[in-house]
Nanobody, 127 residues
């Protein structure tokens, strides 16, 4: 079992940047695909992006593509979400998650495909 904890959230002005971190509790983390999701008040939790076990492959939702970058450091059991050019509509609680599924018909874009979740970190984009 993997436990996850996100950090790095906060208040940022539009156009600013933040880097979120997600620390895993053990080294089995390196065997898993990792995803980031977010949930705004009154909305469904939505896919942000995901990264393969090796870190060589990433995929992003259209709303963040070109602005957000996911990376991972398996030696540190940590995955990162670099967020640039932030917009007010990026305001949400951000969650990292682990998928143990060996394959996916959706490209691991659905929350149901993820088995373990962190508690989330709040990101607020406002002037």
């Amino acid at each position: 079992q993997v436990q996850l904890v996100e950090s790095g959230g906060g208040l940022v002005q539009p156009g600013g940047s933040l880097r979120l971190s997600c620390a895993a509790s053990n080294r089995t983390f390196m065997n898993y695909l990792m995803g980031w999701f977010r949930q705004a008040p009154g909305k469904e939790r939505e896919f942000v992006g995901r990264i393969s076990q090796s870190g060589e492959s990433t995929y992003y939702a259209g709303s963040v593509r070109g602005r957000f970058t996911i990376s991972r450091d398996n030696a540190k059991n940590t995955v990162y979400l670099q967020m640039n050019t932030l917009k007010p509509e990026d305001t949400a609680v951000y969650y990292c998650a682990v998928s143990t599924a060996a394959w996916s018909t959706t490209g691991w874009t659905k929350r149901q495909e993820y088995d373990y979740w962190g508690p989330g970190t709040q990101v607020t984009v406002s002037s």
